[in-house]
């Protein structure tokens, strides 16, 4: 089993900056992919960015320039470096990781609002 528990959202106004934390726990030396999704109100959850297990970024092209994805293994962390924030960006956030195998777990979300 793999937990994952997100921090850092918040209240933020455009143009500002937030740091979001992924902390996972358990089995983790069986994460392989690691993602970060966003879920706005009447909105499809959507992804933000992935992060390999070698350490490869995929962006959407929506954040591409904006966000930096990261991850410590070591540490058992992730990160979302997110820059540059519009209202747009107001969603609640999820840490997401697919293990060797397929098995998926989620966070529990963490909310992140933009003011104009």
């Known amino acids: 089993q793999v937990q994952l528990l997100e921090s850092g959202g918040g209240l933020v106004q455009a143009g500002g900056s937030l740091r979001l934390s992924c902390a996972a726990s358990?089995?983790?030396?069986?994460?392989?992919?690691m993602d970060w999704y966003r879920q706005a109100p009447g909105k499809q959850r959507e992804l933000v960015a992935r992060i390999s297990s070698g350490g490869t970024p995929n962006y959407a092209e929506f954040v591409k320039g904006r966000f930096t994805i990261s991850r410590d293994v070591t540490k058992k962390l992730m990160y979302l470096e997110m820059n540059s924030l519009t209202p747009e960006d107001t969603a609640v956030y999820y840490c997401h990781a697919v293990r060797l195998g397929g098995a998926q777990t989620w966070g529990q979300g963490t909310q992140v609002t933009v003011s104009s």
């Open positions: 358990g089995n983790t030396f069986l994460i392989n992919v």
